[in-house]
């Protein structure tokens, strides 16, 4: 509920909610343009999932690309987003990312220590007309953790699945040389290694890499620069509700410590406080069922509740049915999934459903196959649905919790591991222990060795977009995401429809404004990240396409607030 304006405990120009990728881009920005601003979070740790994540974002024809030599525009980019996201965002919206998303760049490689580089990851959508093979998305430049001081400790850590064995940090480009077994990833591996063990004052004190990768090089980027402009983040300090002045937010109450706190904003409010995924209720309300958190690779602390004070306060809001899905395979007493990103591209595995068909391309982009455990066109039921491979698959590729077999062999997996993989010596054996149908699933198996011999799935047409082909077995043919499943023992894991975050949230402009039902602008609210409708619609359209946005729009909203000339 809103409250009015009246008697402040702290004044500053902006208030910013949260402290992923778009806030605290947000803020630097408007640090920049000359706003005192105040930045706070509710978790005792900075980054929220964005801190987490690969850190990656899909910005088309940036400076560095262009730099590089890639051949790229704005009016490609914009007719692919046109092509993938359709008409279910305002074009306006669209527009606005294609235009802003490289100047935010860099604006921030110039006033910042924010530092990207572009890499060979494919769009989604390569074929659409625009699509690009690579070079739209970028990863941050690694950082060491020192540059922080004390401020590290603080620092949310990367999610489990994006650090080898737990200690070895990886960059995007490391990581697929991992997985597609590419021409030097030994050494690769090795040098990794010896970076870590060498790092001895690190492991004196413990087991954390202090080589920031990914999500926790973009957040440690970040805070490295509010450090260095002495900018205040308040930790342990949830949003409660917006303070408003007649139809305009002035303000926001607070808890600081336990304290409640009245904070005025004399510019106005950005809300960057995530979305809805880890709030049970608000996910029956909206999503498609069932439903769980427990899918979520996502941190606990995003429960919606800047979404709600949005709607509390006659906000609209859109997409709240959708999420940024992916399958996710969950450990039962581990905290967060393992998200399938890229190991479904590997050959030698097949997603099932209880009548024991598949129902989908498995090394679609994981929006589609994630989705797909829903709204697939095969009447039996798919929640959950089961990855089925052979001996040879799990000797040489990873699957989420399971590493590939020559690094954990069957008799090293943690027990809670095993509790989740059912092995059999035959693939009607295994159709009995998981409890799908026999005659379906051995048809099935039958139908994928054959697809293996001849490379064509002519089914779900699996390897034939250039993006199955980027995380499939590079050495492998003649199809790189497909081959026979014969050699026993056969194993099956349950997987789920997963996500990374929800997509749906406030509705805004082309400036992040936030809008009432009737259309018009509520003065002095801004939501940025998965607290806004998101600008891609029901897609995925690249790798980055949730953080992208999330500074993109951070950065517009900031400049909207300041008067700063963007
Ligand atoms: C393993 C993994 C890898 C991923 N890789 C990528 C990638 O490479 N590229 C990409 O684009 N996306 C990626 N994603 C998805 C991406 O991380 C999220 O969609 C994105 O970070 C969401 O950004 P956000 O700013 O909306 O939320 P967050 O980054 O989660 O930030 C929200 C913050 O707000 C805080 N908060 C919540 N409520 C309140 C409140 N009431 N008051 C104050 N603070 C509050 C939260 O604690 C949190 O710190 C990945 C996700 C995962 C799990």
Excluded at 33 to 44: C, H, N, P, Y
Excluded at 408 to 424: F, H, M, N, Q, Y
Aim: include cysteine.
């Amino acid at each position: 509920m809103a409250v009015d304006a009246t008697g402040f405990d702290f004044e500053t120009d902006v208030l910013v909610v949260g402290s992923g990728g778009g806030a605290l881009t947000a803020a630097i920005t408007a640090h920049v343009g000359g706003a005192d601003v105040l930045t706070i979070e509710k978790s005792d740790q900075y980054g929220g999932t964005s801190a987490m994540s690969g850190g990656g974002i899909w910005i088309p024809a940036s400076h560095y690309a262009l730099a590089q030599g890639v051949e790229d525009s704005r009016d490609e980019a914009l007719s692919y987003l046109q092509h993938v996201v359709g008409d279910r965002v305002d074009p306006k919206r669209l527009a606005a990312y294609v235009d802003e998303a490289p100047r935010m760049l860099k604006f921030m490689a110039d006033n910042s220590r924010l530092e990207y580089s572009p890499v060979a990851y494919s769009d989604y959508y390569p074929e659409q007309p625009g699509g690009k093979q690579g070079y739209r998305t970028h990863e941050p430049v690694p950082m060491h953790a020192r540059k922080l001081g004390k401020l590290f400790e603080k620092l949310r850590p990367q999610h489990r699945q994006t650090v080898v064995q737990g200690r070895f940090s990886m960059t995007m480009a490391e990581g697929r040389s991992f997985l597609t077994q590419a021409d030097g990833w030994k050494t690769t591996l090795t040098k990794m290694m010896l970076g870590y063990y060498l790092d001895i004052p690190a492991r004196l004190k413990g087991k954390r890499t202090r080589r920031l990768t990914l999500g926790n090089a973009l957040i440690g980027r970040l805070m490295w620069t509010m450090q260095d402009r002495q900018m205040p983040l308040w930790l342990n300090t949830p949003f409660k509700e917006l303070i408003t002045d007649g139809d305009k937010v002035v303000g926001a109450v607070i808890e600081k410590d336990g304290t409640l706190m009245r904070i005025k904003a004399r510019k106005g409010v950005i809300m960057g406080a995530g979305g809805f995924e880890h709030n049970q209720k608000l996910r029956e309300r909206a999503l498609p069922q069932p439903t769980s958190p427990e899918w979520s690779g996502s941190q606990e602390n995003n429960t919606g509740d800047s979404i709600v004070a949005g709607e509390e306060l006659g906000a609209a809001t859109d997409l709240m049915d959708w999420a940024w899905w992916a399958p996710a395979i969950k450990v039962p007493g581990i905290d967060r999934p393992w998200v399938l990103f890229a190991e479904r591209s590997s050959p030698g595995l097949v997603m099932v459903n209880k009548a024991g068909r598949r129902f989908s391309n498995e090394a679609a982009p994981y929006l589609d196959n994630g989705h797909a455990l829903y709204s697939n066109d095969d009447d039996a039921p798919s929640v959950p649905a089961y990855i089925v491979f052979d001996a040879t698959f799990r000797k040489k590729y990873p699957l989420g919790p399971l590493p590939p077999g020559y690094a954990g062999p069957d008799a090293t997996l943690p027990r809670k591991v095993k509790e989740i993989l059912s092995i059999a010596d035959t693939v009607e054996e295994l159709a009995d222990k998981i409890g799908v149908d026999k005659a379906g699933w051995v048809e099935t198996i039958a139908k994928n060795n054959d697809y293996a011999a001849s490379g064509q799935d002519p089914d779900f047409h699996r390897g034939e977009s250039f993006y199955d082909q980027y995380y499939g077995d590079q050495r492998h043919g003649p199809n790189k995401c497909i081959a026979p499943i014969k050699d026993g023992p056969f194993y099956a894991v349950p997987v789920y429809p997963g996500d990374i975050g929800t997509k749906g949230g406030l509705l805004v402009d082309d400036k992040a404004r936030v809008l009432r039902t009737d259309g018009s602008v509520i003065d002095g609210l801004y939501a940025i990240g998965n607290t806004s409708a998101s600008v891609m619609g029901t897609t995925y359209p690249g790798a980055g396409v949730t953080i992208g946005p999330a500074m993109t729009f951070g950065y517009v909203a900031a400049n909207d607030l300041t008067g700063r000339n963007g």
